[in-house]
């Protein structure tokens, strides 16, 4: 099974930045992208940033001009660096990725990890 570990999350006073990382590691697979979603007490799961294999992004536009998201695809491991972050980015953010595995697609997640904007 392909697994994704995160790392990178934690408490950041306003206008701080932080980077996440997410590793893709299993037995034999491939991966067509990865993404970054968050999710606030509440609310609904958004998607944050993405990225394809062949380098194309998305962003919410709510972190457009702040957020990064980018990708090394020998290590199978994206990133998201995210700057000049505010109260309302505060969320648990999860990993995301589309996997070929054993002959078939699907979707696999992080466990997500907590982004805590305050002063």
């Known amino acids: 099974q392909v697994q994704l570990v995160e790392s990178g999350g934690g408490l950041v006073q306003p206008g701080g930045s932080l980077r996440l990382s997410c590793a893709a590691s299993g037995r034999a697979f491939s991966i067509n992208a990865m993404g970054w979603y968050r999710q606030a007490p509440g609310a609904q799961r958004k998607l944050v940033a993405r990225?394809?294999?062949?380098?194309?992004?998305n962003y919410a536009d709510s972190v457009k001009g702040r957020f990064t998201i980018s990708r090394d695809n020998a290590k199978n491991t994206v990133y998201l660096q995210m700057n000049s972050l505010k109260p309302e980015d505060t969320a648990v953010y999860l990993c995301?990725?589309?996997?070929?595995?054993?002959?078939?697609?699907?979707?696999?997640w992080g466990q997500g990890t907590q982004v805590t904007v305050s002063s």
């Open positions: 995301n990725a589309d996997v070929f595995s054993g002959g078939r697609y699907y979707t696999t």
């Open positions: 990225i394809i294999i062949g380098g194309s992004t």
